[in-house]
């Protein structure tokens, strides 16, 4: 018969190795090896579905594509290895993947696809190497942790709202970009922007509520800037347009609240509706003598414009043009 004292270090020894067995459990992520079985490959080398749960994951050398929402919403997902195998990154192939810190592609990625990456809230690291030459729309729209990216050196299209409401500081394109599609950086942080490319037109709302970027120069390449394409840029002070822009739309620098010094293209044909209104630190503006209209609400409650010099040539003024410039 046991006596009591032998009953209880029984029970503390069982207690122990129970609390041993849990304890990779504790503090730490559950790391998963991949096995063959979580990847589902079909013919054609397309990954159409990881029903794995490991952190970290290497995708396979046999994988060309990885399909449309292979890894939707997986939340164990930490970091991704994408093999040179791998040619192009579907439709939401990592949608909403809300633990996803880091990716890793290759030289042979060429393509990724529309919200690729979007709402990956964590993604921090993203190394793109120069083979991709395509950004879908929304693809990293909410990456909020992506503060930088290295874009491929190779890259021609950028997709509508691409990085809408991500995290970048700074922004360089590559000279290799063709197109930008609508509100593509719109609400990031970036402070700065290198414009480089081939494209003709900053489309609709390309960097509307950038509230952080402080100097613009539109450079020699592009022909049109297009409705709200700066609106709400509320620390912008200073924008040197290039002679190149003739076409400019509406509400372009709409509450740029700080802007304060503007030189226009030489060869502006007009002066978009409500294309300054709210920018009450303006003081003065020269309008070129390219310059035949100014739009309705051009320089509405531009509080602080003192002075604004026009040629003959404009032949047309707006409703309420200058409505609320109290210093004028």
Do not use: W
């Amino acid at each position: 018969m046991s006596s009591p004292i032998g009953k209880k270090l029984s029970a503390l020894v069982v207690l122990l190795a129970l609390a041993l067995l849990a304890a990779p459990l504790v503090g730490a992520p559950f790391q998963q090896v991949n096995a063959a079985s979580d990847f589902e490959i079909d013919a054609n080398g397309t990954l159409t579905k990881y029903n794995g749960i490991a952190a970290s994951v290497k995708i396979p050398s046999t994988v060309k594509t990885i399909g449309t929402s292979a890894f939707y919403e997986n939340t164990h997902l930490v970091s991704v290895d994408i093999p040179g195998s791998v040619t192009a990154v579907g439709v939401s192939a990592f949608y909403g993947c809300t633990s996803l810190q880091s990716a890793y592609m290759t030289a042979s990625v060429k393509t990724i696809g529309a919200g690729a990456f979007a709402r990956c809230e964590k993604l921090s690291t993203l190394t793109m190497a120069n083979g991709v030459t395509s950004i879908g729309n929304e693809a990293f729209r909410g990456c909020e942790a992506l503060t930088y990216v290295k874009l491929s050196t190779s890259l021609k299209t950028i997709g509508r709202e691409a990085f809408y409401r991500s995290g970048l500081t700074s922004l360089t394109l590559p000279s290799s970009v063709k197109t930008l599609g609508d509100r593509c950086f719109a609400q990031t942080n970036v402070t700065g922007v290198l414009l480089a490319g081939t494209f003709t037109a900053i489309p609709v709302g390309a960097f509307e509520d950038c509230t952080s970027l402080k100097q613009l120069v539109i450079p020699g390449h592009v022909t049109k800037i297009d409705n709200y394409a700066f609106s709400d840029c509320t620390a912008l002070t200073n924008v040197t347009m290039a002679d190149s822009v003739t076409d400019i739309g509406e509400h372009v620098f709409e509450k740029c609240t700080r802007l304060k010094t503007v030189k226009l293209s030489a060869n502006l044909k007009e002066i978009g509706d409500y294309m300054f209104v709210d920018c009450p630190a303006i003081e003065s503006i020269t309008v070129p003598d390219s310059c035949t209209s100014i739009g309705s609400g051009a320089f509405q409650r531009c509080t602080s414009l003192r002075s604004i010099n026009f040629p003959s040539s404009v032949r047309m003024l707006g409703y309420y043009t200058f409505d609320g410039c109290t210093s004028l």
